[in-house]
């Protein structure tokens, strides 16, 4: 079977197919091709909430699990290979992920973004491995230009992780005004709320949007801000 290049597929259901699936397009699978091998290669995307036999994601393929935040899943072996790309997207606590019997990471691009609020601390598992042929090896991160948390990858035993931490930019240091000032440095206090974590979402090109939010904040909660910020979650 057969997705051609510069094509794009969407496929639900279940089916017993049980050869080989290669991609050179678009397939979006929400559905089952749990006996089938599925190979992307240069060009070709798998994404949907997916299950199939075994996957390999080669040189210029991609593996975006979802059609926002979802999960493929593999029952036998899950390969990365050298120049592929790993798309995912966060949003809360939840992320993309593929979930495998046996991963093989040989290389390859963890391309990440924030769909929705961001957290720090909890690790994100990218990759839910009961087994793997490479336990040493691990992706690249490209940057994905968050503001206000820094990104780093790990291994817990086969599995990928993802954890975001706070840096040292602070929320106020965007602030032009007293007022946007006031409510940075509340939200900076309100770890764990809602809508610090949404701020922590915020990347590279976002700023004035930032700052028009405290604008709006400033105008509903005034001198009372902090407290009120902080129960809002």
Known sequence: LLV??????????????????QIDGSFVLNGSLAAASVAVEDGGLLGGNATVG???????????????IGTVTVLGTTTFETGSFYEVELSGLASDRIVTDTLTLNGGTVVLSAI????????????????????????????????FVDAALGRDDASVTL????????????????????????LDRANGSALQATVLAGTSGQEEAIRAGYDLLSGEVHASVGTTLYFQS
């Open 4 to 21: 051609g290049e510069l094509s794009s597929f969407t496929g639900t259901g279940v089916s017993t197919f049980d050869g080989e699936v």
């Open 116 to 147: 929705g609020p961001v957290y720090t601390g909890t690790p994100y598992e990218i990759i839910s491995a009961s087994a793997t042929t490479t336990p040493s090896s691990q992706f690249t991160l490209e940057d994905p230009g968050f503001l």
């Open 163 to 186: 954890t975001l931490t706070r840096n040292d930019v602070s929320l106020a240091s965007l602030a032009r005004t007293a007022n946007q000032a006031s409510v940075a440095g509340a």
């Open 54 to 68: 075994n996957l390999v994601v080669g040189l210029g393929g991609t593996a975006s699990p979802g059609n926002s």
